[in-house]
């Protein structure tokens, strides 16, 4: 931790969503910043698409940085100076950071779910399955890749709207197939399978048998839980990663980034920090 940021008093940092009441990004941001000795406050802050440009563009120098839900981690990309390489890569920044006078933008989903799977055990993949589309799907692809992953199993409800996921594909040189969710039932020889769609969400199908006890499941939503798709998989005697998991270990890569400004940069006792932020959920 830099002794500017160490000494420079309050620091102000907030997610943005609309909805966003829900949010469980306080706790856990204000959980390790508490830890840190760091006098600093994180609200969640309801914001959409159109009202982001004046928020982005109002903060003052007190400000350090941002999260955010969808679908602001696509709205943000045009206000940004720069972007680390993961945005490029899915198309959508969840935190920015005001330093050096300017807006930084990082992509913390990537290294969050990587993160989750690999503490759940998850070694290596070789096939995946893909369970809807949009920012948080991009971002389950590259981690997917980063297992090692060859071919991944796209399942959509409208697999005509692929195409934005198949050129985040096509980039990190996977085999991608592309169907309808009706499939889910006939497939049985993926070691993963990551869900992106919204927690209360049915998708009206159920996995076969042998994925649910062949594959881990990683299901990012978390509200409510367990859901449909994680419901199944526990009745199964599968193994299921917890959404929250996900965002636990993401929004420790965002304290990094608030604090050092590198996503890379470990934290001061960092498992302290993970713990009191575990145990704030």
């Known amino acids: 931790m830099s002794d500017q940021l160490a000494q420079g008093g309050v620091r102000r940092l907030a997610v943005l969503g609309k909805p966003i009441a829900h949010s469980k990004s306080p706790a856990l941001h204000r959980a390790a910043y508490a830890l840190l000795g760091l006098d600093w406050t994180y609200d969640a802050v309801e914001v959409d698409g159109a009202g982001l440009p004046e928020f982005v563009g109002s903060r003052d120098a007190s400000w350090r940085g941002l999260s955010l839900t969808m679908p602001l981690k696509q709205d943000v990309l045009p206000l940004l100076d720069e972007v680390d390489e993961l945005t490029v890569l899915t198309g959508a920044a969840n935190t920015v950071l005001f330093a050096d006078g300017l807006r930084r933008g990082f992509n913390t989903d990537v290294g969050g779910i990587v993160r989750a799977l690999g503490e759940a055990g998850l070694e290596r993949v070789h096939e995946g399955v893909l369970i809807g589309g949009g920012a948080t799907a991009a971002s389950a692809l590259v981690s997917m890749a980063e297992f090692g992953a060859a071919r991944v199993r796209v399942l959509l409800r409208r697999p005509e709207a692929a195409e934005p996921l198949a050129a985040v594909g096509r ?38 048998e042998a994925l649910m006890r062949r594959a881990m499941l990683l299901d990012v939503a978390y509200s409510p839980w367990p859901t449909a798709l994680a419901a199944q998989w526990f009745a199964a005697g599968g193994t299921v990663v917890h959404g929250l998991e996900m965002l636990l270990h993401q929004a420790l890569l965002q304290v990094r980034i608030f604090v050092a400004g590198d996503p890379f940069a470990e934290l001061p006792d960092e498992a302290a920090v993970l713990d009191v932020m575990r145990r704030s959920l």
């Open 171 to 208: 980039r990190l040189g996977l085999v991608m197939e592309v169907s309808s969710l009706a499939e889910l039932p006939r497939l049985d020889d993926a070691a993963l399978v990551v869900s992106t769609v919204p927690g209360g969400a049915d998708l009206g199908v159920a996995a076969s």
